[in-house]
């Protein structure tokens, strides 16, 4: 099956500051990438949807100024917390489709954001 | 608003034990239904996915229904092992690719 990768795998951070998470499909092109939110003992929330070349499309309540998605290659998005609070730690995970209601979607293997 | 319920939350059984994971969903108008597998601190690997017209899927040990008009899906393992410890996740797509998840049974298999 397709592989799509997420790095770092872990992070820690002070309060304020902001974060990159990098989401990459690595043997097949995603037009389109899907970013959620696992709290502890909690399903998967998704928080935006982004398509290759266009802004994303967020969930409501999700706040669009603080989770920044960018989609500029058919192989990379990437999920920025800007200015990060304790209350964003979280496990964020990508998945990766190739466009169509059929298609499965491949996840990536998430990333644990610690904010001190 | 879609609703993914999994009944039950956790399950622990001796290995060996066939068992059922239940998931139901409020609104049947999907295009599919997946189950995952979720192990601790990981991603989700798809076990199987079921299209709105289908009834059921399988796949080894594993064998997943779909009733759509009832709102609900069954996950069955056969023969249970050690090695299918995990959280098993149901999640339903409602267009655009666009999934809605339950909140897992945590499944314990004990040797």
């Known amino acids: 099956g397709a592989v799509v990768s997420q790095h770092p795998s872990w992070v820690i951070c002070k309060s304020g500051t902001s974060v990159k998470i990098e989401c990459r499909s690595l043997d097949f092109q995603a037009t389109t990438m899907f970013w959620y939110r696992q709290f502890p003992k909690q399903s998967l929330m998704l928080m935006a949807t982004?398509?290759?070349?266009?802004?994303?499309?967020?969930e409501q309540g999700v706040e669009k100024d603080k989770f920044l998605i960018n989609h500029a290659s058919l192989t990379l998005s990437t999920l920025t917390v800007t200015s990060a609070h304790p209350e964003d730690s979280s496990f964020y995970i990508c998945s990766s489709g190739s466009g169509g209601a059929a298609d499965t979607q491949y996840f990536g293997p998430g990333t644990r954001l610690t904010v001190l | 608003k879609q609703e993914v319920t999994q009944i039950p939350a956790a399950l622990s059984v001796p290995e060996g034990e066939n068992l059922v994971l239940n998931c139901s969903f409020t609104d049947s108008a999907i295009y599919n239904l997946q189950w995952f597998r979720q192990d601790p601190g990981k991603g989700l690997t798809s076990l199987l996915l079921i299209q709105s017209s289908q009834r059921e899927q399988t796949s080894g040990r594993l064998n997943a229904s779909l009733d759509k008009s009832s709102g609900r899906s069954t996950l069955y393992i056969a023969a249970s092992q050690p090695g299918d410890s995990a959280t098993y996740l149901c999640a339903v797509e409602q267009g655009a690719q666009k999934l809605v998840f339950g909140q897992g049974t945590r499944l314990t298999i004990n040797p």
């Open positions: 982004s398509n290759e070349g266009s802004k994303a499309t967020y």
